[in-house]
């Protein structure tokens, strides 16, 4: 998919590596699978985002982390967001609560399903 009408190719690069340093801080000692997302603001700020896991199961997604931490510090519009897992033969995808999550700041932005050997 083009989109470099949306995001320029070098942001797109950025944000998949940012992604997938982000699962350096997983804390997933429940399910032993890492998860690591970076959000682009519309002012050229990146949060990233880890999962966050406990014993309860009522854990927060790499995708939210990174939300929450941009919502927080007054972040609402958003260009993009990458998210990367350590599976090397497949994309992964946002879960379903946390695509409600994206879709709460609206569908104009981008979702950039990574690998990790970069691809997307
Ligand atoms: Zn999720």
């Given at each position: ?30 399910s ?34 990174a ?44 979702v ?9």
């Amino acid at each position: 998919m083009d989109l470099s009408n949306i995001i320029q190719q070098d942001t797109i690069k950025i944000l998949i590596r940012k992604s997938h340093e982000a699962k350096a801080n997983a804390f997933c000692k429940y399910s032993h699978f890492r998860v690591g997302a970076a959000l682009l603001c519309d002012d050229g700020t990146i949060y990233t985002g880890c999962n966050v896991e406990n014993a309860a199961y009522c854990s927060i997604c790499a995708e939210m982390t990174a939300i929450a931490k941009a919502v927080s510090e007054g972040h609402t519009k958003f260009k993009a967001i990458a998210i990367a897992s350590d599976l090397e033969n497949e994309i992964i995808a946002p879960c379903g609560p946390c695509r409600q999550f994206l879709i709460e700041f609206g569908t104009d932005w981008v979702v950039i399903m990574t690998k990790p050997d970069m691809t997307y």
